[in-house]
């Protein structure tokens, strides 16, 4: 008998450790649901809170409240909560206000507009100076006025002057002011920033001013630096007294980018190239000398200079032995780079419609025909500004460049 009262009692404290077993996992399971009901309460509860309001501080009260300018428009005076540091609050700190009382609730990180940098060219294009085609003063100029102070800063020093802040290209559409900015993106190794004019009107009061101290003092972190502002018509026309308040607002933006070209703050290793086919529209006060102060104009190929385009747009191509270039030259006369890339392109596919691979002088005759009669246009010289003609001295008239 006490055998088997042993034998029952082992069994029983078998069965006892197996329950005080399975107590723990289920325990453990038990915490385990808990912290998962309290990650997905948290969850909800994000889901369910009001969004904050992006603000910057102006200024700090005396009685620790703060003046911010909100993203949704206006400036207001606020309090701050009792866990943000007064210490951490200057003018231009970036914070969050929230919607009921527009309390500040936290202090956000500086960070950089994604709008103005996704303006910076990370991939270059890979165009040289050796791609363009004949405008060798224009080349000569933006070497000189871009390219050699940004790497060559000390031969200034020694020479005791200060190189010119901008270059503006200015010429008929389709000459090659384009071209000349992306073979200096590919050339320089400084950051290259690119923006269109029409990029810096904005809908907001303010906004499109805020858009260009953002690029130059995006432009200024990342220094030696280019800032490249196509058709800067879109902004830079002649002010006037009479308008609507959309045209205000575009002017409020160029007052905003001639005081960064030439205002308080030097541009340091910034340099600024801007190109327009619009200069008699331009405003006086952005061609004076400090602003830009080159006026480089573009001007349409003469018949060396389209010999040279003929030559590099055609140089992957196989053509027969009886393509004359300078023939081709003197048929498209009045013919931007432009328009010589298209005659090209024409003429291959003149060839390939023939099911053959290699290009002949019918084919060039046919694409100069057809792109001539739909795309001739005359190329009046712009000069004129108001009634004064702009300093400008035009060289290299016969010039051109072509177009990738």
Known sequence: M??????????????????ERKLRELEAERMELRRELRRYKMEVD???????????????????????????????????????DPN????GTFVALNQRGSTIVEILPQYEDPYVSAMEVVERPRISFDDIGGLEEQKRELYEAIILPLTKPGLFKELGIEPPKGVLLYGPPGCGKTMLAKAV????????????????????I?????????VFRLARKKAPSIVFIDEIDAIAAKRIDIGTSGEREVQRTLMQLLAELDGFDPLGDVKVIAATNRIDILDPAILRPGRFDRLVYVPPPNEKARIEIFRIHTRRMRLADDVDFTQLARLTEGATGADIRAIVIEAGYFALRSNRKIVTMA????????????RRRPYADVTEYGEEQVPVTRRNEGAAVMHM
């Open 46 to 84: 994000k889901l369910l809170s009001p969004p904050l309001i992006e603000a910057v501080v102006l200024s700090v009260l005396p009685d620790g409240r703060a003046v911010v300018k909100s993203s949704t428009g206006p400036n207001l005076v606020v309090n701050v909560s009792s866990y943000i």
């Open 2 to 19: 006490p055998e088997q009262d042993n034998s029952i009692d082992e069994m029983y404290r078998q069965y006892i450790i197996r329950l």
């Open 185 to 204: 993106a590919s050339m320089s190794k400084a950051t290259f920033i690119r923006v269109v004019g029409s990029e810096f009107v904005h809908k907001y």
């Open 206 to 214: 303010g906004e499109g001013a805020r858009i260009v101290r953002e």
């Open 363 to 374: 084919d060039f005759l046919a694409a100069i025909d057809k792109v001539m009669k739909r």
């Open 88 to 91: 951490k609050l200057t003018p």
